[in-house]
């Protein structure tokens, strides 16, 4: 095993040093010129036959000062008739399907111009379409030239209305997603386009296929006057949908015998103007769907309803046994990419912590040893572990010191209720041990950690049902949540002007705890070498003790290579994003981490940067005027259009952010208009508190921003407002600085 993980980290580090080589030298691949004309031609009889609603190139004047307004919006999809006759046969191994999909839209600004510069589509199969054109202001359409398409990468974020439902099931192997310049684009331009896909899926080794669960917002960032998607399934499949907060409900249509057909259909739909704390999926109107293909009728694990029927919700027993028998069964599936099972993986865990003497030490030692261990493991892999691996292994590992521990079920705080749950992905997994809850880990996670998404969150903890298919034992449970205590940054910020008095020196160290120490420890410890050192938090051995000398220089010479090029890109990375902080060019910039909060002892995520900015100050004759209050960075702005609340206010966890500034005065001059800067306003949903004086030749700021609660009704809106008003509108005040 230790043979195997050191090899396992050279190859991870040879594989880190190779992305990191070759992520700038990927070419832009273009499409075959031979295949433009037959995929126009595959989607030109979708133009002709295309619902009434398209032929409209009218919007209602109530829209007339929106950036664009979408015309109509259709997705129809198919699951091939012949082919899923033939599903499961030894003669017919894919599983095919076809999305066509009709997309118009008037754009009335250089914004929505702009937005639609560029336009993307599928291509991978010589039946797929695709047409675009643009119709101007009593003019007929012209197509669009694709002929300057390129591909785009594979990881590459597809806007909503360019994007295949069946991305995740095909992967992009076998097709690519193609983007092509739109010239000659102006305000009151109609833009339009047609597409046509077929996707094919293998399903050779499986009787059952759940596709991913889609949640359709009716509201976009344009006004919509038709939007609909149609599904038509054969009779092996299942179909979930469920609507909510007022949106239309799928409808089940009549169709050819053996077929059935779902249409949701939603019109006339504004955008909303709360856009500010609002959770999408809680508030919206949303309508989340699924289709399941399956075999069989009796699906064990499986978390669906009636073929042929609409189902809608589960009971929490139906949860309940869904959640426990997928439970059950993890041991026996294969772990990850590889060929042996969960169980194994195991026991090859256990063995490791049983040499670490595992068996003797105190419990709590032991757990979080063993959580350590499997985050080592997480550090390697190519992917994190589903909540529900990580709970059965976790849960296993106590097990084998006979330690007893609780299964526990919910869902993301984020995305609804426990009763609201329809997709077993919905489905959250953890492990409660005492007082003590284990949330599945990430690279960066460290025991009992809190999650933001499951802050005060309703939960079930289950047990193994008493009978054989019983109904699982069902205790209900409520997560913990956090204070303004809990979750907090705090800056240090030592800032100076260079001899120019243009520029101006800063250094900042800033701390993380909590949630925010979750939320933003991702992007500081990108392009470090945090896991090379990991092994030492379960005390497990270095790499390198039991390889031969070759394979140490092997080692050796590739961490070195690591070291070389994270150090030139950690600069860049972090120049990157401290000038979208701070809206303005930055330079010199140096970063260190004090300490990475990977540890229980050692949590607090520590960071420090050097930089220098150029637009803080402004010359006044002989005086000059410095921004010390934008040190803060960009604060929140709400809009002229966001100050009248609907939804209530959801702020996610608590929270407090505080900055402590040092400037030091130049020699030579006072430093006036501190009294200014001086702010407090405090109330029942948040606070913003500045504090300026001088003391000995330096300026002492300290400000402090807290959201108070999570959730916050919409009557509250208004004392929002004032702190939030407060934080920003003091980045625009400055101190004066007068020779004396």
């Given at each position: 095993?230790?043979?195997?993980?050191?090899?396992?980290?050279?190859?991870?580090?040879?594989?880190?040093?190779?992305?990191?080589?070759?992520?700038?030298?990927?070419?832009?691949?273009?499409?075959?010129?031979?295949?433009?004309?037959?995929?126009?031609?595959?989607?030109?009889?979708?133009?002709?036959?295309?619902?009434?609603?398209?032929?409209?190139?009218?919007?209602?004047?109530?829209?007339?000062?929106?950036?664009?307004?979408?015309?109509?919006?259709?997705?129809?999809?198919?699951?091939?008739?012949?082919?899923?006759?033939?599903?499961?046969?030894?003669?017919?191994?894919?599983?095919?399907?076809?999305?066509?999909?009709?997309?118009?839209?008037?754009?009335?600004?250089?914004?929505?111009?702009?937005?639609?510069?560029?336009?993307?589509?599928?291509y991978?199969?010589?039946?797929?379409?695709?047409?675009?054109?643009?119709?101007?202001?009593?003019?007929?359409?012209?197509?669009?030239?694709?002929k300057?398409?390129?591909?785009?990468?594979?990881?590459?974020?597809?806007?909503?209305?360019?994007?295949?439902?069946?991305?995740?099931?095909?992967?992009?192997?076998?097709?690519?997603?193609?983007?092509?310049?739109?010239?000659?684009?102006?305000?009151?331009d109609?833009?339009?386009?047609?597409?046509?896909?077929?996707?094919?899926?293998?399903?050779?080794?499986?009787?059952?296929?759940?596709?991913?669960?889609?949640?359709?917002?009716?509201?976009?960032?344009?006004?919509?006057?038709?939007?609909?998607?149609?599904?038509?399934?054969?009779?092996?499949?299942?179909?979930?949908?469920?609507?909510?907060?007022?949106?239309?409900?799928?409808?089940?249509?009549?169709?050819?015998?053996?077929?059935?057909?779902?249409?949701?259909i939603?019109?006339?739909?504004?955008?909303?103007?709360?856009?500010?704390?609002?959770?999408?999926?809680?508030?919206?109107?949303?309508?989340?769907?699924?289709?399941?293909?399956?075999?069989?009728?009796?699906?064990?694990?499986?978390?669906?309803?009636?073929?042929?029927?609409?189902?809608?919700?589960?009971?929490?027993?139906?949860?309940?046994?869904?959640?426990?028998?997928?439970?059950?069964?993890?041991?026996?599936?294969?772990?990850?990419?590889?060929?042996?099972?969960?169980?194994?993986?195991?026991?090859?865990?256990?063995?490791?912590?049983?040499?670490?003497?595992?068996?003797?030490?105190?419990?709590?030692?032991?757990?979080?040893?063993?959580?350590?261990?499997?985050?080592?493991?997480?550090?390697?892999?190519?992917?994190?572990?589903?909540?529900?691996?990580?709970?059965y292994?976790?849960?296993?590992?106590?097990?084998?010191?006979?330690?007893?521990?609780?299964?526990?079920?919910?869902?993301?705080?984020?995305?609804?209720?426990?009763?609201?749950?329809?997709?077993?992905?919905?489905?959250?997994?953890?492990?409660?041990?005492?007082d003590?809850?284990?949330?599945?880990?990430?690279?960066?996670?460290?025991?009992?950690?809190?999650?933001?998404?499951?802050?005060?969150?309703?939960?079930?903890?289950?047990?193994?049902?008493?009978?054989?298919?019983?109904?699982?034992?069902?205790?209900?449970?409520?997560?913990?949540?956090?204070?303004?205590a809990?979750?907090?940054?705090?800056?240090?910020?030592?800032?100076?002007l260079?001899?120019d008095?243009?520029?101006?020196?800063?250094?900042?160290?800033?701390?993380?705890?909590?949630?925010?120490?979750?939320?933003?420890?991702?992007?500081?410890?990108?392009?470090?070498?945090?896991?090379?050192d990991?092994?030492?938090?379960?005390?497990?051995?270095?790499?390198?003790?039991?390889?031969?000398?070759?394979?140490v220089?092997?080692?050796?010479?590739?961490?070195?290579?690591?070291?070389?090029?994270?150090?030139?890109?950690?600069?860049?990375?972090v120049?990157?994003?401290?000038?979208?902080?701070?809206?303005?060019?930055?330079?010199n910039?140096?970063?260190?981490?004090?300490?990475?909060?990977?540890?229980?002892?050692?949590?607090?995520?520590?960071?420090?940067?050097?930089?220098?900015?150029?637009?803080?100050?402004?010359?006044?004759?002989?005086?000059?005027?410095?921004?010390?209050?934008?040190?803060?960075?960009?604060?929140?702005?709400?809009?002229?259009?966001?100050?009248?609340?609907?939804?209530?206010?959801?702020?996610?966890?608590?929270?407090?952010?505080?900055?402590?500034?040092?400037?030091?005065?130049?020699?030579?001059?006072?430093?006036?208009?501190?009294?200014?800067?001086?702010?407090?306003?405090?109330?029942?949903?948040?606070?913003?508190?500045?504090?300026?004086?001088?003391?000995?030749?330096t300026?002492?700021?300290?400000?402090?921003?807290?959201?108070?609660?999570?959730?916050?009704?919409?009557?509250?809106?208004n004392?929002?407002?004032?702190?939030?008003?407060?934080?920003?509108?003091?980045?625009?005040?400055?101190?004066?600085?007068?020779?004396?």
């Open positions: 095993m230790n043979n195997n993980k050191s090899h396992a980290t050279v190859a991870f580090i040879i594989a880190l040093l190779c992305i990191c080589q070759t992520s700038r030298t990927l070419a832009q691949s273009y499409i075959d010129e031979d295949f433009l004309d037959v995929i126009e031609k595959n989607a030109s009889l979708m133009l002709t036959e295309q619902p009434q609603v398209f032929n409209n190139n009218t919007t209602p004047a109530k829209w007339n000062n929106n950036s664009a307004v979408v015309i109509g919006y259709s997705r129809n999809i198919l699951f091939d008739r012949k082919s899923s006759g033939g599903f499961f046969s030894r003669r017919e191994r894919s599983l095919y399907f076809f999305e066509k999909t009709h997309f118009k839209i008037r754009l009335n600004d250089n914004n929505a111009v702009n937005a639609f510069s560029e336009i993307y589509f599928r991978g199969s010589k039946e797929d379409g695709f047409i675009a054109r643009i119709t101007k202001p009593g003019d007929t359409a012209i197509n669009i030239d694709l300057n398409a390129v591909g785009v990468e594979g990881n590459a974020d597809i806007p909503e209305y360019f994007k295949s439902y069946f991305d995740q099931e095909v992967g992009r192997s076998s097709y690519q997603y193609y983007k092509v310049p739109v010239s000659n684009l102006e305000p009151g109609i833009l339009e386009y047609v597409t046509t896909t077929k996707s094919k899926l293998d399903v050779t080794t499986s009787g059952y296929i759940e596709f991913s669960p889609n949640y359709e917002v009716c509201n976009k960032e344009y006004p919509i006057l038709y939007n609909e998607i149609a599904i038509e399934t054969d009779d092996k499949a299942f179909f979930k949908s469920l609507s909510l907060n007022g949106a239309p409900v799928f409808k089940k249509e009549s169709t050819t015998e053996g077929f059935f057909r779902y249409v949701f939603d019109k006339d739909r504004d955008i909303e103007k709360d856009v500010n704390f609002v959770s999408p999926f809680l508030q919206y109107p949303l309508v989340k769907f699924q289709v399941i293909y399956s075999n069989r009728d009796d699906v064990k694990g499986a978390l669906v309803g009636v073929k042929g029927e609409v189902k809608t919700g589960f009971s929490k027993e139906e949860l309940a046994r869904k959640a426990w028998e997928d439970y059950e069964m993890v041991g026996d599936q294969p772990f990850s990419s590889y060929y042996y099972t969960t169980q194994l993986y195991i026991d090859q865990l256990w063995s490791e912590l049983v040499k670490l003497d595992g068996k003797k030490m105190p419990e709590q030692q032991y757990i979080d040893m063993a959580y350590y261990l499997l985050r080592n493991k997480v550090v390697f892999m190519r992917d994190y572990l589903s909540d529900k691996k990580f709970a292994i976790f849960g296993s590992l106590l097990y084998q010191r006979d330690i007893k521990s609780d299964l526990i079920i919910t869902i993301n705080n984020n995305i609804g209720q426990l009763n609201q749950v329809l997709f077993e992905q919905e489905i959250r997994y953890i492990i409660k041990r005492g003590k809850l284990y949330f599945n880990l990430t690279d960066y996670s460290n025991p009992a950690e809190l999650e933001e998404n499951l802050l005060n969150n309703e939960a079930y903890i289950i047990n193994k049902p008493a009978k054989k298919n019983g109904i699982p034992e069902i205790k209900p449970f409520t997560l913990p949540g956090t204070n303004t809990d979750n907090t940054i705090e800056y240090n910020i030592s800032a100076e260079l001899a008095m243009k520029k101006m020196q800063i250094t900042r160290t800033s701390s993380y705890r909590g949630i925010q120490k979750s939320k933003n420890i991702s992007a500081a410890l990108k392009y470090t070498t945090y896991m090379l990991d092994y030492k938090n379960y005390g497990g051995a270095d790499p390198t003790e039991k390889m031969k000398s070759k394979q220089d092997e080692y050796n010479n590739s961490v070195r290579s690591l070291k070389e090029e994270y150090n030139t890109q950690k600069p860049e990375y120049k990157e994003s401290l000038e979208r902080e701070f809206n303005q060019p930055v330079s910039v140096r970063f260190t981490v004090v300490n990475d909060g990977r540890t229980q002892k050692k949590n607090i995520l520590t960071c420090k940067e050097e930089f220098e900015l150029t637009d803080f100050t402004r010359k006044a004759g002989k005086k000059y005027l410095v921004n010390l209050s934008g040190l803060t960075g960009s604060q929140l702005q709400i809009k002229k259009e966001e100050r009248v609340r609907k939804y209530d206010i959801d702020v996610r966890s608590p929270k407090t952010y505080t900055w402590n500034i040092q400037f030091k005065i130049p020699a030579g001059y006072t430093a006036e208009g501190l009294t200014e800067l001086n702010k407090k306003v405090d109330n029942e949903a948040g606070s913003f508190i500045c504090n300026a004086k001088e003391e000995n030749g300026v002492n700021i300290n400000i402090i921003k807290c959201y108070k609660a999570k959730n916050i009704p919409a009557a509250k809106w004392d929002m407002l004032a702190f939030i008003d407060a934080g920003y509108n003091s980045t625009f005040k400055y101190i004066l600085l007068k020779a004396k």
